[in-house]
């Protein structure tokens, strides 16, 4: 996907502060961070959104959770707690499409749909 934001990160063409990574995935701090800790981890190949992941490509969910646990627990909240939250299309507020997971800690969530 070469007009895609997170793929130009992916290959290092925009930069980004990143966190951690693994053979499939990369993690980079959010540039507009919303809590202390805000971290997007990504797969490194691209899809669209949750709905684009196919079962047998189900195990990106894996490594996906696996490193925003590594960046948790790097970030110092694994044991305080932190938030997951993938965005998913219009109404659930994705702006960019390209699949990642928010990993939000260092304060109190709240659960505050809207
Ligand atoms: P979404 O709203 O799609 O779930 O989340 C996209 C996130 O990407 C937003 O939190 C936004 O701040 C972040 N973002 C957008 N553009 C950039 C960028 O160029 N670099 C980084 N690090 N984050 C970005
Ligand atoms: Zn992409």
Same mark, same amino acid.
Request: glycine share 8%.
């Given at each position: 996907?070469s007009d895609c934001l997170f793929c130009k990160i992916v290959a290092g063409e925009i930069p980004a ?8 995935a990369l993690a980079f701090y959010d540039i507009t961070p919303q809590a202390p800790v805000h971290v ?6 691209? &899809?669209?959104?949750? +709905? ?8 990106? &969910? ?24 993938? +965005? ?27």
């Amino acid at each position: 996907m070469s007009d895609c934001l997170f793929c130009k990160i992916v290959a290092g063409e925009i930069p980004a502060r990143v966190v951690a990574e693994s053979d499939t995935a990369l993690a980079f701090y959010d540039i507009t961070p919303q809590a202390p800790v805000h971290v997007l981890v990504i797969p490194k190949r691209h &899809f669209d959104s949750v +709905n684009d992941v196919t079962e047998s490509d189900r195990g990106v &969910f894996d490594d996906l959770t696996a490193l925003a646990r590594e960046v948790a627990t790097a970030e110092g909240v694994r044991d305080s707690g932190y938030r997951l939250v993938y +965005n998913v299309g219009e109404e659930g507020g994705q702006t960019v499409a390209h699949l990642h997971v928010h990993v939000l800690g260092g304060r109190q969530m709240h659960w505050a749909p809207g």
